[in-house]
């Protein structure tokens, strides 16, 4: 368990509909990464956040958004879905910048 | 683009064998890699890193290598116990620069 949650654990939607994943970070971790791993595909890095401000921006639709609140949980909001959004997607928090443990992800199939 | 490759999606060793994972990339400006282990229904797990100033790190049963000029890195477990098997991504950062770049992952399959 590397005490990093994420919710919920799977989720079926329609196209063109709105979902909202959560994340909750270890215990003292400013930091909180979000990834989408498609089918057969490597993780990508979607965007970053540190104690509330964004700090690094990947490959992130437009139609995606995320935030950090002040009790560090982040979530991450897609919109307009479409039927390639379908994917796991990973939070990720650090204490440090070079060390990340993962949540359990979020499955996402949009129908 | 795809600045971490690992190019053999699978891998099926013998339990007590060498397992070799290999993984290149393209950005010469990356100077800290990471490998991650991942179980089915599971998160990512840091196994191993290793920084750019190096060239090997060991740590048990796993090695990491880095061939800098080759823009390669390798992770070696000896010897490979069946509780290896998973998919193991390596990921690619410049020191403190917040992006991670992952490869696609090799599925390692150690069999009993």
């Known amino acids: 368990d590397s005490g990093v949650t994420q919710t919920p654990k799977h989720l079926i939607t329609a196209t063109g509909q709105r979902v909202t994943l959560r994340c909750s970070p270890r215990?003292?971790?400013?930091?909180v990464y979000w990834y989408q791993q498609s089918l057969d595909q490597g993780l990508q890095f979607l965007i970053q956040y540190y104690n509330g401000e964004e700090r690094a921006k990947g490959n992130i639709l437009e139609r995606f958004s995320a935030q950090q609140f002040p009790d560090l949980h982040s979530e991450l909001n897609l919109s307009s879905l479409e039927l390639g959004d379908s994917a796991l997607y990973f939070c990720?928090?650090?204490?440090?910048?070079?060390?990340?443990?993962f949540g359990p992800g979020t499955r996402l199939t949009v129908l | 683009d795809q600045q971490v490759k690992q190019n053999s999606p699978s891998l099926s060793v013998q339990e007590g064998r060498i397992s070799i994972l290999n993984c290149d990339y393209t950005n010469s400006m990356f100077d800290y890699f990471l490998w991650y282990k991942k179980y089915p229904a599971e998160g990512p797990t840091f196994l191993i890193s290793i920084s750019s100033i190096k060239d090997k790190n060991e740590d048990g049963r796993f090695t990491v290598f880095l061939n800098k000029s080759a823009k390669h890195l390798s992770l070696h477990i000896v010897p490979s116990q069946p509780g290896d098997s998973a998919v193991y991504f390596c990921?690619?950062?410049?020191?403190?620069?917040?992006?991670?770049?992952f490869g696609s992952g090799t599925k390692l399959n150690v069999k009993p």
């Open positions: 215990s003292g971790d400013l930091s």
């Open positions: 990921a690619a950062s410049r020191y403190n620069f917040n992006k991670f770049y």
């Open positions: 990720a928090s650090s204490p440090t910048d070079n060390e990340q443990f």
